[in-house]
T-cell receptor
Framework: TQLLEQSPQFLSIQEGENLTVYCNSS?????LQWYRQEPGEGPVLLVT?????EVKKLKRLTFQFGDARKDSSLHITAAQPGDTGLYLC?????????????FGSGTQLTVLP | NAGVMQNPRHLVRRRGQEARLRCSPM?????VYWYRQLPEEGLKFMVY????????ESGMPKERFSAEFPKEGPSILRIQQVVRGDSAAYFC?????????????FGQGTRLTVV
C-alpha cells in the first residue's frame, strides 16, 4: 500500500488545457515536495510546501498543501508539450525520520501539441 | 556549482558479480541519501549517510547491500552477488543539512541491469 497516493496515474491532454494532479495520504507530513522526472534522468525539485493551506506559484504551476498537511495538489494552466514528464510528490512524515522522503508512484503527464 | 554527480550512468553486470555505484554530492553538502526506483514503481528510500557515518539504513536490504561515505571521496553503494531483481535505477541525493524542511537534490541516477 502506497503511503502517498497520486492520481491520476496517467494523463494525456491537448496543449492549452488545464490539469490538476493530486497527492493524498492518511498520514500527516511536515513538508511536501513536488518533483518532475524526465526519462533517463533524476527527479528535479519543483517546489517545497511546509505550511498547511500554503499555496505556491511557479509560472503556470500552482501547488497547494492541504490544511491538515495530508494532501497536496499541482495545477497546471495552459499546459505545453514541454510540461510532459513524470510528476512525483514526496513528503517527510511528521512521525518519521526527517531524513527520509516518502514518494508517491507518480503521474505520467503527456501534453500533445 | 556542479550538481550531484553519479557514475556510471549505466552498468551491466552478470548474476553473481558485484556492482559499485558512486555518488559525489553537491559542493557544500555533507548529507547523502540513496534511493532505488524499480520498474513501474516509485522511489524507495534505502540509506542516509553523513561523512564516515551511516545514520539510517532502514530501507537497505539486509543482505548483499552496503553503503559508505568516506571522509575523502564519493559515497559508494555496493551490491554483492547481484541478482536479476536488483535491476533498477539507483538515485543519490544530497542536502546541506537535515531537518523537516530539508530539500534534497538528486543526481541523474545509475541504471543497473543484471543479465
Amino acid at each position: 500500500t502506497q503511503l502517498l497516493e497520486q492520481s491520476p496515474q496517467f494523463l494525456s491532454i491537448q496543449e492549452g488545457e488545464n490539469l490538476t494532479v493530486y497527492c493524498n495520504s492518511s498520514s500527516v507530513f511536515s513538508s511536501l515536495q513536488w518533483y518532475r522526472q524526465e526519462p533517463g534522468e533524476g527527479p528535479v525539485l519543483l517546489v517545497t510546501v511546509v505550511t498547511g493551506g500554503e499555496v505556491k506559484k511557479l509560472k503556470r504551476l500552482t501547488f497547494q498543501f492541504g490544511d491538515a498537511r495530508k494532501d497536496s495538489s499541482l495545477h497546471i494552466t495552459a499546459a505545453q508539450p514541454g510540461d510532459t514528464g513524470l510528476y512525483l510528490c514526496a513528503g517527510v512524515l511528521s512521525s518519521g525520520s526527517a531524513r527520509q522522503l516518502t514518494f508517491g508512484s507518480g503521474t505520467q503527464l503527456t501534453v500533445l501539441p | 556549482n556542479a550538481g550531484v554527480m553519479q557514475n556510471p550512468r549505466h552498468l551491466v553486470r552478470r548474476r553473481g558479480q558485484e556492482a559499485r555505484l558512486r555518488c559525489s554530492p553537491m559542493k557544500g553538502h555533507s548529507h547523502v541519501y540513496w534511493y532505488r526506483q524499480l520498474p513501474e514503481e516509485g522511489l524507495k528510500f534505502m540509506v542516509y549517510l553523513q561523512k564516515e557515518n551511516i545514520i539510517d539504513e532502514s530501507g537497505m536490504p539486509k543482505e548483499r547491500f552496503s553503503a559508505e561515505f568516506p571522509k575523502e571521496g564519493p559515497s559508494i553503494l555496493r551490491i554483492q552477488q547481484v541478482v536479476r531483481g536488483d535491476s533498477a535505477a539507483y538515485f543519490c541525493a544530497s542536502s546541506p543539512h537535515t531537518g523537516e524542511n530539508t530539500e534534497a537534490f538528486f543526481g541523474q541516477g545509475t541504471r543497473l541491469t543484471v543479465v
